[in-house]
């Protein structure tokens, strides 16, 4: 039972990190672009357009930042939560016993 909530708690720990870096990444990229790099935002997308490069990275970095939380959502429904079921059923079970 030990050994299953350690290799849980290093899987979910590896898990929050790999995400956490990349929403990081992403938004401080935005925001150093925004700093250092006003010439390549302010592209426009079309010639006759008004919108311009940064809106459309502004709003990547909005839209990634909901796809990295629903493919967390979907990992924690899938994998994570049936693993801490299963890890309770176990200390249960050892429990009656």
Known sequence: MRKELET????SN????IFTFLI???YFSFI???AFGKDILSIPISENS???LGII???GV???????TGLYVLWANRIYDPE?????????VTKVE
């Open 32 to 34: 150093f672009l925004i």
């Open 57 to 59: 990275l502004g709003i």
């Open 84 to 92: 801490v079921e299963k890890i309770i059923k176990n200390n249960e």
């Open 62 to 68: 909005i839209i990634s930042s909901w796809m990295l």
């Open 50 to 52: 008004g919108t311009n």
């Open 8 to 11: 849980l708690i290093k899987k």
């Open 14 to 17: 590896r898990v929050r990190f």
């Open 24 to 26: 990081i990444f992403i």
